[in-house]
């Protein structure tokens, strides 16, 4: 054999390892759940001959499985987040790494931005560290997604011209939101439905550069304290309007189990002032589709005002209303300011 094709088998074999662990493993049986291990990496590649990037993968029919719930849960296991790494050959000194253990990511499924939420961490590495072409970062990334049993469900690009009108028409918003860093990337959306929880990778490939974004979706209790029904009162007995932070799931408009005390405390204030009416308003932050936003801030007004119901209070002192991103508190140029705009508001309603 030549020293070429040692070599790109030798990388075959190691990129099969690598999503397992690095060591060869028996079969599992279907029904195990993921088992922990050392997060996978793609392996020091040795060099190949520079050639044109290959297609991306197909997507799945997307519109034939919107539902995210019904794509059949990986059997096999996936490795422990972030799932995958640098090559070996990147040293560390030029890793460019960025981790939260609770952020949002956009990122594209089927021609519809679609956000999640969770444990986020994306690299950056350039081909030349890790000595390899634009055309090996592209298969091998994409292959050993695919091997983990990753699904690809993006079938726009965040370029493509149907995709940008039907999202603002503004690209420069639209590549922020995605974290897309330049016009040459390439972009697959991979989604890994395992029986611990959805996860998601998003490749983008360049002929300079890899970024790979990983996400663990997870919940996470609210960083702000519960407004009690004695200070909702003062806030609405000064200002007309009080702004509370009710737990929904990401772009879901059911109330959460931790997000049911803020709707107790307006509950016991509306027993109390029975002269009390209120509109009860919801707000989004500036991410995702305009149109959607405020649908679903809407929604979860109206979610609100059906607990109070549930709760006692005569729905004919309660009215919803949906604003999305059109009233923010603060501007939207950061995490903690969209978390601040992501909000249910209370407004005194005068008796008429």
Request: proline content about 5%; some cysteine.
């Amino acid at each position: 054999m030549t020293k070429q094709f040692n070599a790109a088998l030798c990388l075959s074999i190691s990129l099969a390892f690598a999503i397992s662990g690095c060591k060869p493993k028996a079969p599992v049986d279907a029904a195990q759940a993921p088992v922990a291990g050392a997060a996978a990496s793609v392996p020091a590649p040795a060099a190949v001959p520079a050639a044109a990037p290959v297609a991306a993968p197909a997507a799945v029919n997307v519109g034939a499985v919107v539902d995210l719930d019904k794509i059949a849960v990986i059997s096999k296991p996936v490795p422990p987040f972030p799932f995958i790494d640098y090559p070996p050959a990147v040293d560390k000194q030029f890793y460019s790494t960025k981790e939260s253990d609770f952020d949002q990511v956009q990122l594209i499924l089927g021609d519809k931005l679609h956000a999640v939420e969770g444990r986020v961490r994306a690299i950056h590495f350039t081909l030349d560290k890790a000595k390899i072409s634009q055309f090996q970062a592209q298969r091998d990334y994409s292959k050993a997604v695919q091997d983990m049993g990753g699904i690809k469900v993006n079938t726009a690009k965040p370029h493509d011209s149907a995709f940008l009108a039907a999202h603002g028409d503004n690209q420069s918003e639209l590549d922020k939101k995605l974290r897309y860093e330049f016009h040459t990337y390439s972009y697959e959306a991979y989604f890994l439905p395992t029986a611990t929880g959805r996860k998601w990778i998003v490749l983008m490939v360049s002929d300079e550069a890899v970024d790979v974004i990983s996400v663990e979706e997870k919940q996470t209790a609210s960083s702000v304290k519960i407004v009690t029904a004695a200070a909702m009162k003062s806030e609405l007995d000064s200002k007309g309007h009080v702004a509370l932070y009710i737990n929904f799931d990401t772009d879901q408009a059911a109330i959460r189990p931790d997000g049911k005390p803020a709707v107790d405390e307006i509950a016991a204030l509306m027993k109390k002032e029975a002269a009390l009416r209120l509109s009860v308003e919801g707000h989004t932050d500036n991410l995702g589709d305009k149109a959607r936003n405020v649908t679903l801030s809407r929604e979860r007004a109206q979610a609100v005002v059906q607990a109070l119901v549930s709760d006692g209070i005569d729905g004919t002192r309660l009215s919803a209303a949906g604003h999305g991103a059109e009233k923010p508190l603060t501007d939207n140029g950061s995490d903690e300011a969209r978390a601040k705009n992501r909000r249910v508001e209370l407004v005194k309603v005068a008796k008429g």
